[in-house]
């Protein structure tokens, strides 16, 4: 089986603009959800999606937001960029069903560095 | 209590030693403690995982040590190598009837195995 794809892999932007990241994940896999990873902050949870319903969020501004399509891959969206979010985002993905669904996969991430 | 502390920061090990990297958590209703490894430029990787009715668990030359009253576990790499050089993860979780929590993570242990 593939692994978990997201794009685009490298992405600069500037200050008040917007971006969309895109997560695809493991064929079969149902629930997705989203980190932030940062130097000092570590790994943070962002959300989850499962059958194209966020089903848990982190403690993130608004500016943060996602969404999955009934396929279940995933976008993330963060508006009105602001500096610290220069950072690498995670996406990982899980079976999503009760038994199996701590199991975790993360793809490579997307480097996002805001100028 | 959604914490969880590890340590150390930092690990320089010689090759052929133990590796040993601790975590520790506050609240009781985590019932998953899975470790990631993480090369520069990857996404983290589930290497092994415990739940907190089992004190020890071994895989290869990893073992998760788990103790529930002190509310701490530990990684142990046997016989490290310098490929085991990397970033390691701790996590902990908590799963509900639809599914897991979002997931808390340590702040990471940077090792680095010398030959």
């Known amino acids: 089986k593939a692994g978990v794809t997201q794009t685009p892999r490298y992405l600069i932007k500037t200050r008040g603009q917007q971006v969309t990241l895109s997560c695809s994940p493991i064929?079969?896999?149902?629930?997705v959800s989203w980190y932030q990873q940062t130097p000092g902050q570590g790994l943070q949870f962002l959300f989850e999606?499962?059958?194209?319903?966020?089903?848990n969020k982190g403690n993130f501004p608004g500016r943060f937001s996602g969404r999955q399509f009934s396929n279940s891959r995933s976008e993330m969206n963060v508006s009105t960029l602001e500096l610290g979010d220069s950072a690498l985002y995670l996406c990982?993905?899980?079976?999503?069903?009760?038994?199996?669904?701590?199991?975790?996969?993360f793809g490579p991430g997307t480097r996002l560095t805001v100028t | 209590q959604q914490q969880v502390k590890q340590s150390p920061q930092s690990l320089i090990v010689q090759k052929g030693g133990i590796s040993i990297i601790n975590c520790a958590y506050e609240?009781?209703?985590?019932?998953?403690f899975p470790w990631y490894q993480q090369f520069p430029g990857k996404g983290p990787a589930l290497l092994i995982a415990?739940?907190?009715?089992?004190s020890e668990k071994k895989e290869g030359r990893f073992t998760i040590s788990f103790n529930k009253s002190a509310k701490q576990f530990s990684l142990h790499i046997m016989d490290s190598q310098p490929g085991d050089s990397a970033t390691y993860f701790c996590?902990?979780?908590?799963?509900?009837?639809?599914?897991?929590?979002?997931?808390?993570f340590g702040t990471g242990t940077k090792l680095q195995v010398i030959p």
């Open positions: 990982a993905s899980t079976e999503g069903w009760k038994g199996r669904y701590y199991e975790q996969y």
């Open positions: 064929s079969g896999h149902r629930s």
């Open positions: 999606y499962f059958s194209e319903t966020q089903r």
């Open positions: 609240n009781t209703a985590f019932d998953y």
């Open positions: 415990i739940r907190p009715d089992v």
């Open positions: 996590a902990a979780m908590r799963g509900d009837s639809g599914g897991y929590q979002k997931v808390t």
